[in-house]
């Protein structure tokens, strides 16, 4: 696997949400407007990630891939 390709079945948390990544090694989350989070992921054979991010009142999140 080459750094930067997506990798499926990652296993992401934020809050008491939970999905695995898809083909594309991303997810789509319901997140409310104006809250502070943490994504954490993991996966058999990689080190585990996380990180912090806040959404606006008025942000469209985009979603997030990790790599």
Not at 3 to 17: F, K, L, M, N, S
Not at 31 to 42: K, N, V, W
Not at 49 to 56: K, L, R, T
Not at 57 to 64: G, I, Y
Request: hydrophobic letters at 35%; charged letters at 15%.
């Amino acid at each position: 696997r080459d750094a930067g390709d997506p990798v499926e079945g990652v296993h992401i948390t934020v809050g008491r949400q939970h999905q695995l990544t898809g083909a594309s090694g991303s997810v789509t989350l319901q997140l409310a407007p104006g809250g502070s989070y943490t994504a954490r992921a993991t996966a058999p054979g990689y080190v585990p990630a996380s990180i912090s991010f806040m959404v606006a009142e008025s942000t469209k999140v985009k979603p997030l891939v990790p790599r």
